[in-house]
């Protein structure tokens, strides 16, 4: 599970002052809040592998955890079946509310790729953001290198947000 | 029959409202909207359109079945099944990438 010097790392990583910690999902910094996805390297792995895996089409999957640290992934299909447009297969959708619920887990967000451009959200991607808690994934595979960032998306703005991929 | 609501929201399409298990009444998935709506007014822009139609970022379950396959609003509801609401997770890639409608990390943050 990640730890607390897991964040702490990143923090010093920017070279940047000690913070204090305001909750278990977030950090301080001058006095405002830094929210924080922490992700295990394993299920970073597998969030990256399943977008490849759909590559030539948008590929996309539910995230589970609980205060912002992912705990399990539950890769979906795309109903939209296009290199351009993700719905979440809404029965995998079902069945990742009902198994995260199952582990005492709840659904913390989604991620999706992109197959030509950056990691970063559509004006689609805000607009139709379901859950202002959530934190929305998002990998490009536009470069050589899997690009992986997220966001929070709260009154029709998103945010980047840091994300620490634990060991 | 059972009514469970999962992570969705306010109008114009739904968001979260948080989860919620409770009994309902209604033979048709209609009646179960018909219902939570009386107990609960503000879900209505949530559950339907203005047309009265069930909202098309939706999804409805009875037990495993999506009620899009079974007459949406007026599938079939037993006594011992369970209806699931959900928002419908989705969005889309912009080609190219022509407008900013996000923060980015490094800029939104002083350092020093």
Known sequence: MPTRSARDQAVQDRSAPPVRRAHSCSLVRNGSFISVLIVPRDLWDRIVAHCLDGLPLEACGLLAGRDGEVCEVYPAANAARSARVYTVEPRDLLHADRAADAAGLSLIGVWHSHTHSPAYPSPTDVAQAPDPDWHYVIVSLSDLEPVLRSYRVVAGAAEEEAVVVSA | ?112
Do not use: I
Request: glycine share 8%.
């Open chain 2, 1 to 112: 029959m059972r009514a469970r609501r999962s992570t969705f929201a306010e109008h114009p399409a739904p968001r979260r409202l948080g989860r919620g298990v409770g009994q309902g009444r209604g033979t048709t998935v209609r009646d179960v909207f018909d219902d939570l709506v009386r107990r609960y007014p503000g879900l209505a822009p949530s559950l339907l359109t203005p047309e009265g139609e069930m909202h098309r970022h939706l999804n409805v379950f009875v037990n495993d079945d999506d009620v899009r396959y079974l007459g949406k609003l007026e599938a079939k509801v037993g006594d011992d099944d369970t209806v699931t609401l959900m928002p419908a997770v989705a969005g889309a890639e912009t080609w190219p990438v022509t407008t900013a409608c996000w923060t980015p990390l490094a800029t939104r943050r002083s350092w020093t």
